[in-house]
């Protein structure tokens, strides 16, 4: 065809042209002496994992010679591992990853061992967290927390004087199947053989939403003899949960004890307000972690290959109860300073 | 003066009638688990009867209104799967004009309440649009409406996440409960606007011809259209008011929790009412329809999820035990079972006439 030619010499000064440009950003980035770390991110699925974003970019973002690479995977296992490619292409230095599934990584994490990148794992591991290489791995103890949970019950319980009493427990799990429904009910279920008093009556997942939290209460209101004390997985179904008991006319906080967990802002100001009794930690802050552990590892400095654990609190209407490992601070102490 | 016959067979053969026995063969299982399941007191705290079978009606609402439109669609062989975003949708436009951090709860913060009614009006208004948006995109685009919705169902929900900015916002503002948790001659809320919405579209459909062009486009639309009927605006029509209802499910949905989540709301709704209206007997391959099987379908529905919460159905089984019981009453409504018994309901079986 007649245009074949000039389309063809065109095509070439452009190729010519983008291999220039690549060359020259490529010799920039080298003789720049910075850290390129990346980030694949699940994607942005609640509040937590917005905070989450937020902590780490932001650490990463304002350290000196410290330069990102983010990727939000938006809730899709393909796109966060088409991002870790590229970040092996790109040769970054640290990749920080969690992964929206436990399984299907093997192949993906093996190709970052191969290019010899530092991998940290955070927040949710891989089910193949032991056949791969990793420098460091940070996340929350979701059966500790379950723990906490009911051992804050059980304490509070003694303190008010009602130790001996038999309670009732009713406990509301989350989405059935998920690391921190299994995790916590695990710390649930083990704590309750702690507290000879406290005798599960219930247990029915309100799938992490405050509409399901509020209607399996409704029903178990209706169900269910009496229930002490509301065991709820996370806050959001807590907070659904008070609307359903003030609906049957009891007082949430006092007829019906609730724990809830992750800490969420709503958490707080309903502890404040005397309708929730406490709020197990989850911590989403995983800036400072990460900050110090590539601190750490620039300096030379190794880890054990053991999943590490961020500290946290427990937050409720009266402080000061001791749950072995962790004392509980009163909510409307630190209120004003949470930031999700 | 119209009298109709009473003939057991075709009752026996009616889809209505198999939705209403597997609902009352549900409830029977209830009844005879636990007598009191059926106990409706008066709860003065609130103000409303208070009772299972009152939480299975007040908890339907949502599906049940949105299947009023969902079988309309169905009807004209269509179907739409945005309803479920438009539902998050409509939730964080609400919470969106509602951020009201009152001092109840120690954190003054934004106080941006405008008039109220706006509240209710443009998630209903943008619920609408993106209707007849759908609408357009099947009759005058010509596209696949399983196509089409599925454009809005998957950004509706980005749209939600992006009026929110994302996040998850907390209202007390107290005439926002009404609609959700509010009650009016004893019954909560949202039992009395599904009934108003029952009978509204009934109305509309039935009263007047619109409910027999819908069946006319729905069974062949280009004999619709030469008989002189306008199919492309009775396509708009059946998707902006689906889309206009879903709304309204989301301001339930919202005023229920007080809060928006974008995340969540309206999840699988698509699937629940699309359900719903197949249960109550209108084919998916449009024509025929029946709103008041829709509604008995929508029940149908809550009541299993009532009654896995209610007799604490382990939750890893919960949604294997849903599928059964599903199974159960859609077999119950199938050709070969309806025939078998409506032999019951003949008295002489005419030789030749028995289908396999």
């Known amino acids: 065809m007649l245009i074949e030619g000039p389309v063809k010499t065109m095509k070439k000064i452009l190729a010519l042209a983008i291999v220039l440009v690549m060359i020259a950003s490529l010799s920039v980035a080298a003789y720049a002496d910075d850290v390129k770390v990346a980030f694949s991110q699940i994607g942005q699925e609640s509040d937590w994992r917005t905070a989450n974003t937020d902590s780490i970019k932001g650490t990463i973002e304002a350290h000196d010679g410290w330069t990102l690479i983010y990727d939000d995977a938006q809730q899709k296992q393909e796109n966060q591992i088409k991002a870790l490619r590229n970040f092996i292409t790109q040769g970054v230095d640290y990749i920080l990853f969690t992964g929206v599934v436990e399984t299907g990584w093997d192949e993906v994490l093996a190709e970052v061992n191969e290019a010899e990148i530092p991998l940290i794992l955070i927040d949710r591991m891989p089910d193949c967290a032991d056949k791969i290489d990793y420098v460091a791995a940070f996340g929350g103890d979701f059966v500790e927390e379950g723990r906490r949970q009911v051992a804050w019950a059980g304490e509070y319980l003694k303190s008010i004087g009602r130790g001996d009493e038999e309670v009732a427990v009713a406990i509301m799990e989350g989405t059935t199947g998920s690391g921190a429904q299994v995790g916590r009910t695990e710390g649930n279920l083990a704590a309750l053989k702690e507290y000879p008093n406290m005798k599960l009556v219930a247990q029915q997942s309100g799938n992490f939403t405050r509409t399901e939290g509020q209607a399996v209460m409704e029903a178990w209101l209706k169900s269910v003899d009496k229930i002490d004390v509301l065991i709820v997985q996370n806050d959001d179904m807590g907070l659904g949960a008070i609307d359903a008991i003030k609906a049957a006319g009891l007082v949430p906080g006092k007829d019906i004890i609730i724990v809830g967990c992750d800490s969420v802002k709503a958490a707080f100001e309903a502890i404040v307000a005397g309708e929730m009794n406490a709020t197990i930690e989850c911590t989403p802050l995983y800036g400072p972690f990460v900050e110090k552990t590539i601190e750490d590892l620039e300096a030379g400095k190794t880890f054990e290959k053991t999943i590490l654990h961020p500290e946290e609190g427990v937050y409720d209407c009266v402080g000061g109860i001791d749950l072995g490992t962790v004392t509980s601070v009163l909510a409307a102490d630190v209120i004003d300073s949470r930031v999700y | ?356």
């Open chain 2, 1 to 356: 003066m119209k009298k109709k016959q009473f003939n057991l067979s075709s009752i026996m053969q009616s889809k209505i009638t198999w939705a209403v026995v597997a609902e009352l063969l549900i409830l029977l299982v209830c009844f005879i688990i636990r007598p009191d399941f059926f106990s409706i007191k008066y709860q003065p705290a609130t103000g409303m009867l208070y009772g299972s079978l009152i939480d299975i009606l007040n908890r339907s609402a949502e599906i049940t209104i949105i299947a009023m439109g969902m079988t309309l669609v169905i009807a004209l062989a269509g179907t739409d799967l945005s309803v479920g975003s438009l539902v998050a949708l409509s939730g964080a436009l609400a919470l969106k004009f509602l951020r009201w951090d009152v001092l109840v709860y120690n954190t003054p913060g934004d106080y941006t309440v405008k008039p109220f009614i706006l509240v209710i009006l443009v998630p209903l208004a943008v619920c609408t649009l993106l209707g007849l948006f759908n609408g357009f995109m099947i009759s005058r685009i010509g596209m696949q409406p399983i196509i089409a919705t599925l454009i809005l169902m998957v950004c509706g929900r980005g749209l939600a996440q992006i009026v929110t900015n994302g996040k998850q916002f907390t209202t007390l503002y107290s005439p926002f409960r009404v609609i959700g948790q509010g009650s009016f001659l004893f019954l909560p809320m949202p039992i009395i606007i599904t009934i108003v919405v029952v009978a509204a579209v009934s109305l509309f459909v039935r009263k007047t011809a619109f409910g027999t062009m819908v069946e006319s486009v729905g069974i062949n639309p280009s004999a619709s259209r030469l008989s002189g009927i306008d199919s492309k605006r009775i396509i708009m029509i059946c998707f902006a008011l689906t889309a206009f209802l879903s709304g309204i499910a989301g301001l339930i949905m919202a005023s229920r929790v007080m809060s928006n989540d974008s995340n969540n709301f309206g999840i699988n709704f698509e699937m629940d009412a699309i359900l719903a209206v197949v249960i109550g007997g209108t084919n998916m391959a449009g024509g025929k329809f029946s709103l008041a099987g829709t509604v008995i379908g929508s029940i149908i529905i809550r009541t299993i999820v009532t009654f896995v919460y209610y007799f604490g159905i382990v939750s890893e089984a919960t949604m294997a035990f849903k599928a059964l019981i599903i199974i159960l009453v859609i077999v119950l409504q199938s050709e070969p079972v309806r025939q078998r018994m409506s032999k019951v309901g003949k008295k002489k079986v005419k030789g030749g006439a028995v289908h396999a």
